[in-house]
């Protein structure tokens, strides 16, 4: 039977990988600063209401620790990681609000919970780490499928492997 690990082992794992790369990582916090000098901070969200979650989202705030001191930075990216699925109204916000798709993905791993190998995505960013986040589920044998609002209906998937 396949079980996935929780949240934290995932992204803890994911960190290491890109750590590898030459990215610099947090060991606190989720983030991780490329090449290129862009923030992409991890979210783990259990649930958050629709205007929670675009404040946050607009501000794309990124607390970074330097020795024994704390700076507050506006990261590049947000990628918002769900173990229960978010609702439908939170999918509509991201899909109908221009800046909030460009800059956050969102992970709802849900279904990974439940037993299936599948992650519901919607990443429009042009994150280089999300890209490499997705790459690495799929290395783990998950399916990672694009949401879609195409329907009148939010729920629907798209099982399109794009990358």
């Known amino acids: 039977m396949f079980t996935m690990p929780k949240v934290w082992k995932l992204i803890n794992d994911f960190k290491l990988k890109c750590f590898s790369m030459g990215w610099k990582t947090s060991e606190t916090y989720d983030w991780i600063l490329t090449d290129d000098h862009k923030y992409h901070t991890f979210i783990w969200a259990k649930i958050i209401y629709p205007s929670s979650f675009e404040r946050i989202a607009l501000s794309r705030k990124c607390i970074v620790k330097e020795g024994l001191n704390y700076k507050v930075v506006k990261a590049s990216y947000y990628a918002w990681i769900f173990e229960d699925s978010p609702p439908k109204s939170l999918w509509e916000k991201v899909l109908t609000v221009e800046e909030i798709l460009r800059n956050n993905a969102i992970y709802d791993l849900s279904k990974i919970y439940k037993g299936e190998k599948i992650c519901v995505k919607v990443n429009k960013t042009e994150s280089q780490v999300f890209k490499e986040f997705e790459k690495f ?12 609002s195409s329907n009148s209906s939010v729920n629907e998937i798209s099982v399109s492997k794009k990358t």
């Open 137 to 148: 589920l799929r290395e783990r044998g998950i399916e990672v499928v694009s949401h879609t």
